[in-house]
Structure formats: C-alpha cells, structure tokens
C-alpha cells in the first residue's frame, strides 16, 4: 500500500483490527445451503406469480426507474395503484410507499414528530428507529423492552421535567432478533391515554400474522393515532415499505418528508411486485397457513430434543453468549449445508450473541428436523 494512503487510512485500519479482535469483523459471502437465514418467509421472492407479474409489467410498458422523485416525474401509475390497493388492504387511510424498510423508519421518525415532542422507543426496536430517533426534532427516551410500564414511567418523569409536546410511542410488532411480541393491546391504550401517537413496525409480521397477512396491527388500523410501517421486502418477499397512516400524516410527509421529497421514486417494477404480493396473500392463503404449521411443528420438535425457544414465531434465537464461539457454531452448520448466520453485537446487546434461525416454506419439514439434529450434535446438547 502506497504509504501516504496507508496514513490516511490508518484510523480505519485500526477500527477494522479491533472488530477483529473482538470477533465482530464482518464480510461478505454468496448464499449458500439450506435457507435458514433469510427474511423470505412465504417463499414469494421467487414465486412463479411474481415473476409472471413484473414480466407482464415490463411487457405492458412499464419503465424499470421511476426516472425522478415522486413529486417530479418519477410518481408513475404503479405506485398509485399499490398505495390504493395497500391502503384498502391493511385497513388504513392512506399508505405511502418507500424504497425500503430503514429509509420509511427514518422518514417517518425525521419528519412527523416536532421540536418539543418526545419519542419513547423500546430499546431493541430496529437500528433505523435509533437513528431516525438521533436524527430527528424530538427529544427521546428508550424504555424497557415490552414492558408498558417503564413506557408510563419514561412520559410521566418527561412531563414532570416541564415537557408539553406530543408523545410518541415506537415499538415493533414482532421483535426480529428475539422473536417476541410487543404487547399491542397495552400498548394501544398507553397511547389514547396519552393523546399520544404509535408507531409500530410490523417488519416482521405483514404477511405472517393477522387474517390474510395484514400483521399484527390489523384489528387497530385506521386509528387517527396509529402509523404503521408495513415491510415490503421480507414476508411480500419484494422491496420497499408501505407506511399506512391517516391522510393528514401522508399530506404532511409528501410536503415535509426530506427522504421521500429528494429521493428517486422506487422502481415502479416494484410496485408491481409488491401489489401482487398482496394479492396472493389474499388468494393464496395457504402460504401463510403452511407457515403456521412449519412453525408450530419446529417448536414441537425443539421440545422433543430438549430445548425450549425462548421465542414462539418463526424467529428462533439460539443465544450462544461469545461471539468467537458464535461464529464457529455458524461455520460449522454452514458446513453441514444449512445457512444459519451468527449475530454479533451491537446488532444485539453485548454477551447475547447468537444463532438467528428463520423458519420460511424455502424449507420443508424434513430439513427443519435435519438442522435441528445437526444444531443439537454441533452444541452438544447446550442450548439457552
């Protein structure tokens, strides 16, 4: 390495040799093996239906870019339809489509809540709420996780220390590393009580849970006080993100949102694909009972080898502790054909590495039995 480039990027050398050393330098690698890792939980990222749906579109005219943002030239016909048709969908107002999960979190938390409001966010909600949160107006608060209470207590101690503003309460549904749920119901009427707005990222749940895969949310959408980020490129198996909310809030986003006013508009290609998605959702609804069923005989097969998840969706935690040891456990199952990935720090909180398991219908119930087998041999029986 020239030595005038060397100096300048010794600072990240060094940052990238203490990762290292702490087994959390991260990299690369092809898919490969026996899908255990992915988010494609109705297998509908490669569904004949979708591939038939975009082919259809390109056939049809459709432009591969929107060619600028949505309120310039790039706000085409596709998005339209899918914002009307996910609207009537999930129950809401309005939606608003976004070019993935992380920018509509940190749209929404960096345009709706003002200077003067407070933002109580669980503390193992997604990194883009953190930063949407860091980055936005509002003064915010992380409270205990799932816990309504430490919620109450965070408002009430700001209130007392002279805060007047609005409150808003950010939780996920379904929780993507731990696999728990949010108390909803708690939760919805923490906020009425508050006059307060929530938040709910449904990442994790749209498409797997609630009737026809309207998530977790459903028997509260349409609520003035409730905006809901709704994950396009997970179980709809496409990319994006729906954000449903009433049609003063999209108004206001559409005016206000600086990532969604000068950023190109999605690919109306997806668009297409996610529509679609949704409608085989409300076709095909044994995709998402053949899920229900994979999940609740890989719970019943854990409890048969003696270990009990400390989870009851399709994301199964496997809780290693050391990262080294971690990554090893993954190496090695990757080795026996079955991609399982190791979670480090500071996706989770210090000494909760992991193993994250993702149950999908890319896999069939033999190969569930097959990797839990081969989990149980490489752990020798030592699971949390």
Same mark, same amino acid.
Not at 155 to 166: E, L, P, S
Not at 358 to 363: D, I, M, R
């Given at each position: 390495?020239?030595?005038?480039?060397?100096?300048?990027?010794?600072?990240?050398?060094?940052? +990238?040799?203490?990762?290292?050393?702490?087994?959390?330098?991260?990299? +690369?690698?092809?898919?490969?093996?026996?899908?255990?890792? &992915?988010?494609?939980?109705?297998?509908?990222?490669?569904?004949?239906?979708?591939?038939?749906?975009? +082919?259809?579109?390109?056939?049809?005219?459709?432009?591969?870019?929107? %060619?600028?943002?949505?309120?310039?030239?790039?706000?085409?016909?596709?998005?339209?339809?899918? @914002?009307?048709? =996910?609207?009537?969908?999930? $129950?809401?107002?309005? #939606?608003?489509?976004?070019?993935?999960?992380?920018?509509?979190?940190?749209?929404?938390?960096?345009? !709706?809540?003002?200077?003067?409001?407070?933002?109580?966010?669980?503390? !193992?909600?997604? =990194? *883009?709420?953190?930063?949407?949160?860091?980055?936005?107006?509002?003064?915010?608060?992380?409270?205990?996780?799932?816990?309504?209470?430490?919620?109450?207590?965070?408002?009430?101690?700001?209130?007392?220390?002279?805060?007047?503003?609005?409150?808003?309460?950010?939780?996920?549904?379904?929780? &993507?590393?731990?696999?728990?749920?949010?108390?909803?119901?708690? /939760?919805?009427?923490?906020?009425?009580?508050?006059?307060?707005?929530?938040?709910?990222?449904?990442?994790? =749940?749209?498409?797997?849970?609630? @009737?026809?895969?309207?998530?977790?949310?459903?028997?509260?959408?349409?609520?003035?006080?409730?905006?809901?980020?709704?994950?396009?490129?997970?179980?709809? $198996?496409? #990319? %994006?993100?729906?954000?449903? =909310?009433? %049609?003063?809030?999209?108004?206001? /986003?559409?005016?206000?949102?600086?990532?969604?006013?000068?950023?190109?508009?999605? &690919?109306?290609?997806?668009?297409?694909?996610?529509? @679609?998605?949704?409608?085989?959702?409300?076709?095909?609804?044994?995709?998402?009972?053949?899920?229900?069923?994979?999940?609740?005989?890989?719970?019943?097969?854990?409890?048969?080898?003696?270990?009990?998840?400390? *989870?009851?969706?399709?994301?199964?935690?496997?809780?290693?502790?050391?990262?080294?040891?971690?990554?090893?456990?993954? &190496?090695?199952?990757?080795?026996? $054909?079955?991609?399982?990935?190791?979670?480090?720090?500071?996706?989770?909180?210090?000494?909760?590495?992991?193993?994250?398991? *993702?149950?999908?219908?890319?896999?069939?119930?033999?190969?569930?039995?097959?990797?839990?087998?081969? !989990?149980? @041999?490489?752990?020798?029986?030592?699971?949390?």
């Amino acid at each position: 390495m020239n030595p005038i480039h060397a100096t300048k990027v010794a600072d990240y050398v060094a940052a +990238l040799h203490a990762l290292k050393e702490d087994d959390r330098l991260r990299g +690369l690698k092809p898919r490969a093996g026996i899908d255990f890792a &992915s988010n494609d939980y109705l297998a509908l990222a490669s569904a004949p239906r979708m591939k038939k749906a975009v +082919l259809d579109a390109l056939e049809a005219g459709t432009p591969i870019g929107a %060619g600028g943002s949505r309120l310039l030239r790039g706000n085409c016909d596709e998005h339209e339809r899918l @914002e009307a048709d =996910a609207a009537s969908f999930f $129950g809401a107002e309005t #939606a608003l489509f976004f070019g993935g999960g992380y920018v509509a979190n940190f749209a929404v938390l960096t345009t !709706l809540p003002q200077r003067g409001d407070l933002l109580v966010l669980d503390s !193992l909600v997604h =990194a *883009s709420i953190h930063e949407g949160a860091r980055a936005g107006r509002a003064d915010f608060r992380t409270s205990a996780h799932n816990d309504p209470e430490s919620v109450e207590s965070a408002i009430r101690d700001w209130r007392a220390g002279g805060g007047m503003g609005r409150i808003w309460i950010v939780v996920e549904s379904l929780y &993507s590393m731990d696999g728990d749920f949010a108390p909803l119901k708690d /939760m919805v009427a923490l906020a009425d009580r508050h006059d307060a707005f929530l938040m709910v990222d449904e990442a994790h =749940a749209t498409g797997v849970y609630g @009737e026809q895969g309207r998530g977790l949310t459903a028997p509260y959408e349409g609520r003035d006080n409730l905006l809901v980020v709704h994950t396009c490129g997970k179980a709809l $198996g496409a #990319a %994006g993100a729906l954000v449903t =909310a009433s %049609g003063v809030l999209r108004d206001f /986003m559409v005016n206000r949102c600086r990532p969604f006013i000068f950023a190109t508009a999605p &690919s109306p290609l997806m668009a297409v694909a996610v529509r @679609e998605a949704i409608l085989i959702l409300q076709q095909e609804p044994e995709r998402q009972q053949r899920l229900t069923k994979l999940v609740a005989l890989a719970h019943r097969e854990m409890r048969q080898r003696g270990w009990k998840s400390p *989870s009851d969706s399709q994301i199964v935690p496997c809780i290693i502790g050391d990262n080294a040891r971690t990554m090893r456990l993954a &190496s090695a199952l990757q080795a026996r $054909g079955f991609d399982i990935r190791g979670i480090r720090p500071p996706t989770v909180p210090a000494g909760t590495a992991r193993l994250r398991i *993702s149950l999908t219908l890319n896999v069939g119930e033999d190969g569930v039995r097959a990797m839990l087998d081969a !989990l149980i @041999e490489e752990t020798k029986g030592e699971l949390q």
